[in-house]
């Protein structure tokens, strides 16, 4: 059952708390999110661009199928 799938997307970015979008339902998700994260600009934040990732993790959660 489509309806009993809700998929949502975590975001990791540097030392901001982690972002996430809201919930979409069915198979094919469809995530319209714009996430914004101010940083200062210098050598710290150039070197932690250079050298890590920006980590986004898709979830599934799926309902209870005896219902």
């Known amino acids: 059952m489509p309806n009993a799938v809700q ?7 540097f030392n901001h708390d982690t972002k996430h979008t809201d919930l979409s339902q069915g198979y094919e998700a469809n995530f319209n999110t714009i996430f914004s994260f101010k940083n200062v600009v210098d050598d710290f934040y150039l070197k932690y661009l250079d050298k890590e990732y920006i980590i986004a993790e898709i979830f599934m959660v799926q309902g209870d199928k005896g219902k």
């Open 7 to 13: 998929t949502f997307i975590t975001v990791d970015f």
